[in-house]
């Protein structure tokens, strides 16, 4: 079963309006979605994923409820581009929720899981050629080394990655298990044990083999131009990579630029555009985190454009 990290408070943030038109950026098994739609007799959601299982349950279960509605198999990298094909130059919302969907998880063979054995895949979109395998065992030292350590944060990448490269002299690496049992001796088990590099090695490989965080910043930027005055923003991260990244774009647009700063009169072209509703984070419920601990680690964002 599916989960909607945050699913209630999401929805609260949006300020849906019968009327408006809104984009769920990561539609996933259409938990938000299915809310969206309830509230929008009047008006048009559309929803992007890059995985075509996601889209053809999820587009059953939409049209249970209405039809104002399109699905569309892609990344939100391609957000702009692809409302303009359907017409859509402005938005009254948008949700991002950027934690991997249950069903992808618990699929073993799409080989997210550090603790089930299935090919190094890693994949939103199957329709791609590129996997984690190809990382692994085609990367330089140096990359494999700077990927572990910049999207993973861990403190041990340069000895990972020399296990990695090491191992592959006699054999290609192929399956998730595999790889595990490369970084827990690269590390010892005493470091493995206590810190669980592999999880953070993975997160690495996914947001390397899907491009995770150029496309969040570019759909970002993009979606902080499409929308309406009053229309929201809303996005739920799962690691500090993201929430960074968010909070950054965030900022950029809300405050007034350091040149301006005590001027009388600002010109129009430098105003801050959004404001942000919570100064900090939203974080889940003790009984959201006690019912589904995957949304442990969640926060939630909002903005509104002025």
Avoid: W
């Amino acid at each position: 079963m599916h989960y909607s990290v945050m699913k209630k408070e999401a929805i609260a943030a949006l300020n849906i309006k019968e009327s408006g038109v809104y984009v769920d950026a990561t539609l996933g098994y259409a938990g938000h979605s299915e809310e969206i739609l309830k509230r929008i007799e009047k008006g048009f959601l559309f929803a992007f994923d890059a995985d075509t299982e996601a889209i053809e349950y999820s587009h059953h279960q939409l049209s249970l409820i209405n039809s104002n509605f399109k699905l569309i198999h892609s990344n939100f990298i391609n957000l702009k581009e692809e409302l303009a094909k359907n017409k859509c130059f402005k938005i009254d919302g948008i949700l991002f929720d950027l934690g991997l969907s249950s069903p992808e998880i618990d699929n073993k063979e799409r080989g997210f899981s550090f603790m089930q054995d299935a090919p190094l895949d890693m994949r939103m979109d199957k329709t791609k050629n590129f996997t984690a395998k190809d990382i692994v065992n085609t990367y330089s030292k140096n990359d494999l080394s700077q990927i572990f350590y910049l999207y993973g944060e861990e403190k041990r990448s340069k000895e990972i990655a020399s296990g990695i490269i090491n191992y592959r002299e006699s054999k290609k690496i192929e399956t998730t298990l595999e790889l595990v049992d490369i970084i827990k001796s690269s590390v010892g088990a005493n470091y493995f044990y206590k810190n669980h590099p592999e999880r953070v090695i993975f997160q690495a490989l996914r947001i390397e083999v899907n491009g995770e965080l150029e496309a969040l910043k570019k759909a970002l930027n993009d979606a902080i131009l499409m929308l309406n005055p009053k229309g929201r923003i809303v996005v739920i991260t799962f690691h500090s990579l993201e929430d960074r990244i968010v909070k950054n774009i965030f900022k950029k647009y809300s405050e007034v630029d350091d040149i301006f700063k005590g001027m009388p009169s600002i010109p129009e072209e430098y105003k801050p555009i959004i404001k942000i509703i919570n100064k900090k984070p939203l974080l889940p419920s003790p009984e959201e985190i006690n019912e589904n601990s995957r949304s442990k680690s969640a926060k939630m964002r909002v903005i509104e454009r002025i």
